[in-house]
């Protein structure tokens, strides 16, 4: 795998803003480190603030619990091909329960869809009437 295209900015090198959304994340998650992910928005802290407050308030429970959403990005991360979202988002599914059956199931509706998606989008039928909203 590459390095990153910006050094990492590990927490005791970083300045006060940065380390007050370190601090958030690992007091959130209930850790004591800060993933690589942050760590290089961090070269850019309204960036960095800005996204970890967007990832906190959408995978907050809600009408979906934790793990649907872990399992919706897992998927959607893999769609895109994002190598580094993928790894995280499956371990953070794993942690809230998935077993590998749902990872695998999850892959595999992910598979189909994609393969169905571009079927539909080569093909262009019309949308049935049925499934317009009313």
């Known amino acids: 795998m590459d390095g990153p295209v910006v050094p990492l900015v590990e927490y005791e090198v970083a300045n006060d803003e940065v380390r007050a959304v370190y601090d958030d994340i690992m007091q959130t998650r209930g850790t004591d480190w800060v993933n690589n992910f ?9 960036l960095l603030k800005r996204t970890w407050q967007s990832v906190r308030e959408v995978m907050a429970p809600g009408a979906l619990d934790p793990l649907v959403k872990e399992m ?7 769609t895109n091909g994002c190598t580094y979202c993928t790894y995280s988002h499956t371990a953070s599914a794993r942690a809230k329960g998935m077993s590998d059956a749902q990872l695998m199931e999850v892959m595999a509706v992910v598979g189909m869809a994609n393969e169905t998606n571009r079927l539909a989008n ?8 049925a499934f317009l909203p009313a």
């Open 38 to 46: 942050w760590k290089v928005l961090a070269h850019d802290p309204a």
């Open 72 to 78: 919706i990005y897992v998927a959607v991360s893999a």
């Open 122 to 129: 080569g093909l262009r039928p019309p949308v049935d009437e």
